[in-house]
């Protein structure tokens, strides 16, 4: 019931890497299929994952064998993936959800949806709440062929770019570093502008 790792350098973030959830600890011999396994998965957290629809639907139950200080108060989660927003939200309204994580400019601060909850009439709890998540949104160049090949194209495109704009049209934070705030190693700096685009720098 023991786990090992030896590795072949230091490395002082390990701890870090291994509890993302890219590095999820499953027993040898689990099999890599499209849109994950049927069957339970055995987890040495609070939950485990007992079922997995399509990829869509999936549901964790409380783990028995955990004896950990973890919270784990609930029988079980369930998470339906890529959910309409307008659905999702009716849901909460209705009592038959909790959460929507979701990047949509209808749930962004100041929306229509962010004004009824966030300040609800007198009695009535608060039910808005804009919580950051632990994911980036990127543009990708390739960066092995054409323009992009060249490192001083790539850094006038960053200057370039309108952040602002995109954040707004994915209903997102703009943001100038790989890792999100709250992730270990996120940047408290930013090196290209959050403003706008600098045009002035793009073209030196």
Known sequence: ???????????????????????????????????????????????????????VVAVLRRNPYYHGSR???LAAIVYREQPRTGAAVAGVEAGNAD??????????????????????????PRRYFATPLLATDVLAFDTGHGLFADPRMRQAVNYALDRPALAAALGDLAAGNYLPPG??????????????????RAGR
């Not at 209808?106 to 229509?112: D, E, I, K, Y």
């Not at 992730?183 to 700096?189: E, Q």
């Open 1 to 55: 019931m023991t786990l090992t790792i030896t590795l072949l350098r230091p490395a002082a973030d390990f701890p870090e890497r291994i509890a993302l959830s890219y590095f999820c600890r499953v027993p040898v011999g689990t099999p890599i299929i499209p849109n994950g396994l049927w069957e339970p998965i055995p987890s040495a957290g609070p939950y485990y994952l007992s079922g997995n629809i399509g990829g």
């Open 71 to 73: 919270p784990h108060r």
């Open 99 to 124: 959460y929507v994580a979701e990047q949509d400019p209808a749930l962004a601060p100041g929306t229509a949806i962010a004004r009824q909850f966030g300040q609800p009439a007198a009695g009535q």
């Open 183 to 200: 992730m270990p190693g996120s940047l408290a700096r930013h090196i290209y502008p959050l403003n706008g685009p600098e045009l002035a």
